[in-house]
Each structure stands twice: as structure tokens, then as C-alpha cells.
């Protein structure tokens, strides 16, 4: 959670690709003991941005690995572009849905179907996911997180929902 444009999808991509390639490639996690990255399939659905910006930020963090790690980048890239799938949602409508009559067909569980078995599922941001309810109603984000608790469930994966603070 943080306000807006303090880094939230830019962390998180830059965890996703470092699980997509089983290194921390960022230095994210450095002096973090006993923590060891596994190589994983990485899903990052964004609602946020739209597909060009997204190209752009991919594009722009492969061109700086290839300027910090020339020796390595080539390989890291390549696992990134194996393991790590982008989802572009922008203008989409998609919805975390508590389990509506066709649960299994909605937009929000095709995406759950989609991300089965993956290391991480990242959700940017969770406003662009509620479908118009509100983030001060404890019974709507209730239900909300129920779904995304079925979702990790269904999936076997792990979720990461980014937030807006004021």
C-alpha cells in the first residue's frame, strides 16, 4: 500500500521479474537473512496502465540490466520473458466477484484460471478491481477478499494486491 506514484508497480515488477528469473536481480531483498528466491512463473495483471505503458516500463528495466549486468542480462531476459506474463485489464471492467451465479466464467476467475499454479499473482491496483464498491465498507471488501482467498486457494499461487493510502 502506499499513495499514489510512490513505486507500488514498480516494486512489485521488479519482484515478479526477480521470481520469473530466481534471482534478485534488483537487489530488492539485499541483507534480508535466510531469504532464497525460487524460480517461478510470475503473473502480473494490471487494471493501472495501459499496454504501451507497461511495454515501455518492461523494456525500460530490461535496457537497464543490460547496462548494470551486460554479462547476465541476456540470460535474465530471457527467463523473464518465459516466466513472467503481463495481463493487460486497462478498461476492462474486471471485477474481484464473490463468487456470482457463473463464478467460474466471470472475467476475475479467468484470470484465477489463467494464473493457476504460478509463484505470484500480482494485482495492480485492488481500486480498479472492486468494481465501484467502497474501500471504507468492511463488509464489501469482506466479501472481496473472500473471493481472493478462493482465488489463492483454487490456484495454489500467491497474491499480491497493491493498494492507494491517502
Known sequence: A?????????????????IACG????????GTEGFEFQQ???????????GPV???????MAE????????????????????FDVVDLYGS????????AEWW?????????MAKDARLVIIDTLIRFAGGRSENDNVEMA??????????????SSFLLLHHVG
Not at 93 to 100: F, Y
Not at 143 to 156: C, L, N, Q
Request: aromatic share 8%; charged share 20%.
Open 2 to 18: 502506499g499513495a499514489d506514484s510512490a513505486g507500488k508497480s514498480m516494486w512489485s515488477v521488479q519482484c515478479g521479474m526477480s
Open 23 to 30: 534471482d534478485d536481480i534488483f537487489g530488492l531483498f539485499n
Open 40 to 50: 517461478g512463473r510470475v503473473v502480473y495483471a494490471c487494471a493501472e496502465d495501459q
Open 54 to 60: 507497461l511495454h515501455h516500463r518492461l523494456f525500460n
Open 64 to 83: 537497464r540490466l543490460r547496462e548494470v549486468v551486460p554479462d547476465e542480462a541476456p540470460a535474465v531476459v530471457d527467463a523473464v520473458v518465459e516466466n
Open 93 to 100: 471492467g474486471i471485477t474481484i466477484e464473490p463468487r456470482p
Open 105 to 113: 466464467t466471470s472475467n476475475w476467475w479467468l484470470l484465477a484460471q
Open 143 to 156: 466479501a472481496m477478499m473472500g473471493a481472493v482467498e478462493m482465488a489463492v486457494k483454487a490456484t495454489g
